[in-house]
Nanobody, 119 residues
Framework: QVQLVESGGGVVQAGGSLRLSCAASGSILNMYTVAWFRQTPGKERELLAA????????YHSDAVKGRFTISRDNIKNTVYLQMNSLKPEDTAVYFC????????????WGQGTQVTVSS
């Protein structure tokens, strides 16, 4: 099974950019659909972006479309989330997740990385 480790979070001013990384081990990430979620206290985890397994199909939620971009580097076995034009409301813990083509829900999760956007 795959293990996921996020990195790249931090504190940034509004309007700035960050790139989150999600490094996978234990399996080939190209076999999985991967996604980025975020969560703030008291709210449900929110799906932001997803990249289909072994394909170029991408999904971005309306909340981040045009500002965030998901990409994957199959050689490095890593998924990225490029975040531009950050807003204070983007402050959250960001998680990457993965599932195989046979699973309905995301089964594999990283530990999360904190992103704080100051105004």
């Amino acid at each position: 099974q795959v293990q996921l480790v996020e990195s790249g979070g931090g504190v940034v001013q509004a309007g700035g950019s960050l790139r989150l990384s999600c490094a996978a081990s234990g399996s080939i990430l190209n076999m999985y659909t991967v996604a980025w979620f975020r969560q703030t206290p008291g709210k449900e985890r929110e799906l932001l972006a997803a990249a289909a397994y072994a394909a170029t199909a991408r999904y971005h939620s309306d909340a981040v479309k045009g500002r965030f971009t998901i990409s994957r580097d199959n050689i490095k076995n890593t998924v990225y989330l490029q975040m531009n034009s950050l807003k204070p409301e983007d402050t959250a813990v960001y998680f990457c997740a993965a599932k195989t083509r046979y699973e309905d829900s995301y089964k594999y999760w990283g530990q999360g990385t904190q992103v704080t956007v100051s105004s």
